[in-house]
């Protein structure tokens, strides 16, 4: 069962992102505050759920979500500044675009940079912990997987309708064959 909030009485936002290990895209960054009565048990850590249960969710998350934001991070920034930092900077954007100001940030992981002057806590497996991170965990996924099935249409060879942009063997090996797009991660190996 997963924990409504770390801290009781005030706003807390969930991030989490998803897409860090892949080897084109980008990385997907979400921030989700849920109201403080959000109640649903089949809420849970994006990857313990099937693509259907993440399909069902989602507008649950955003019609109910006080407010949420989903950012991307493209692939020639990540090659810029490497997947960490576009991740955390990608949290700070989805933070940023929160129509709600938290006054504390739970973020799924172990590393964070400070975003203003808001207090946060890491949490590793946070999206199998909180609530809020666990939603985070499934807007991300779900705008990114959209979106990576949106660029399989423009590059069918590569899978990604499939594997979103994931290091498979059958992606490895299209790679191998057609080369790169201008959606891979050029710093990341690809071969």
């Avoid at 897409?19 to 997907?28: F, I």
């Avoid at 810029?80 to 991740?87: D, E, H, K, M, T």
Wanted: aromatic share 6%; net charge negative.
């Amino acid at each position: 069962m997963l924990k409504p909030f770390l801290n009781e009485g005030i706003i807390e936002a969930g991030c989490d992102e998803a897409g860090r290990g892949c080897l084109c895209g980008p990385v997907s960054c979400a921030a989700v505050i849920l109201p403080p009565d959000f109640d649903c048990p089949e809420l849970n850590d994006s990857k313990q759920l099937s693509e259907k249960k993440r399909a069902q969710l989602r507008p649950i998350i955003e019609e109910k979500a006080l407010a949420w934001a989903v950012v991307m991070v493209e692939a020639e920034e990540i090659d810029c500044i490497n997947i960490l930092q576009a991740s955390i900077t990608g949290m700070h954007r989805a933070l940023d675009a929160l129509s709600i100001r938290p006054e504390h940030i739970l973020v799924d992981g172990n590393r964070f940079r400070k975003y203003n002057d808001i207090p946060h806590t890491t949490v590793v497996k946070g999206d199998a912990t909180y609530m809020s991170i666990a939603a985070a965990s499934i807007l991300a996924k779900t705008h990114r997987d959209e979106l990576m099935e949106r660029l399989a249409e423009e590059y069918p060879d590569y899978g990604w309708a499939v594997n979103k942009g994931y290091p498979t063997k059958a992606h490895r090996a299209a790679i191998a064959t057609h080369g790169v797009t201008p959606y891979h991660r050029l710093t990341f190996r690809l071969s």
